[in-house]
């Protein structure tokens, strides 16, 4: 078996400031994606990553940016916070791009903005 | 484009009772279906899966049948325990595109003793 990793979990942040989450996978998968996960909305994708220095943007990609620099990890860059934010982020990866394959996430990194 | 509806927000049920969480989807092209679980604190797992038209399918007491007919795949369990507390997610892909799941918003489950 193997696990995905998530740090911080948890992250206080000011308005405005830039903020990094990080995420490592030992499953040797090759993509991997952030989620983000808001009370009642469900996970909506801000960012995949199909292999090492590949990026593509999901449906919530504006205002982060991403980082693929090795097949085990993925980090995730919160440009410029917004005050009163609070939301979970959820790292995950699958064996390969299609789309029958399970994800495995991790346990998530919960932001809140001051 | 795609999108997923999970009418319950909340589902409060007493243990040994049967349960069905909706799930209804819409999409141009032939979905796949999933069910994920999270429990408190924990990391969203998968429960089950499915793209085959009048199928169920079970895992862990849980069971769904995909019906393209009516966009649904609804999840049923025929008597909850405590343990399935959770927050259910349904979520649809497209069959042999990349694997972008559109997740539905969710329902938690909470079952008393």
């Known amino acids: 078996g193997g696990i995905i990793t998530q740090t911080p979990k948890f992250l206080i942040g000011q308005e405005g400031q830039k903020l990094t989450l990080k995420c490592q996978q030992n499953f040797n998968h090759d993509t991997m994606y952030w989620y983000r996960q808001d009370s009642g909305k469900g996970l909506r994708l801000i960012y995949y990553?199909?292999?090492?220095?590949?990026?593509q943007k999901g449906d919530l990609s504006e205002g982060y940016d991403a980082s693929r620099e090795k097949k085990s990890s993925f980090s995730l860059t919160v440009t410029s916070a917004q005050k009163n934010e609070m939301a979970v982020f959820l790292c995950?990866?699958?064996?390969?791009?299609?789309?029958?394959?399970?994800?495995?996430f991790g346990h998530g990194t919960k932001l809140s903005v001051l | 484009g795609d999108s997923v509806t999970q009418t319950e927000g909340l589902v409060t049920l007493t243990k040994g009772l049967p349960v069905m969480l909706n799930c209804t989807y819409q999409t141009t092209y032939s979905p796949f279906l999933f069910w994920y679980v999270q429990h408190l604190n924990e990391a969203p797992k998968l429960l089950l899966k499915?793209?085959?038209?009048?199928k169920r399918t079970e895992h862990q007491g849980f069971y769904a049948t995909l019906h393209k007919s009516s966009s649904s795949f609804h999840l049923q369990k025929s008597s909850v325990q405590l343990s399935d507390s959770a927050l259910y997610f349904c979520?649809?892909?497209?069959?042999?595109?990349?694997?972008?799941?559109?997740f539905g918003a969710g329902t938690r489950l909470a079952v008393c003793p």
């Open positions: 995950a990866s699958s064996i390969s791009q299609f789309s029958n394959e399970r994800l495995f």
């Open positions: 979520a649809l892909s497209e069959l042999g595109s990349f694997n972008k799941l559109t």
């Open positions: 990553s199909i292999t090492e220095n590949d990026l």
């Open positions: 499915s793209s085959t038209d009048n």
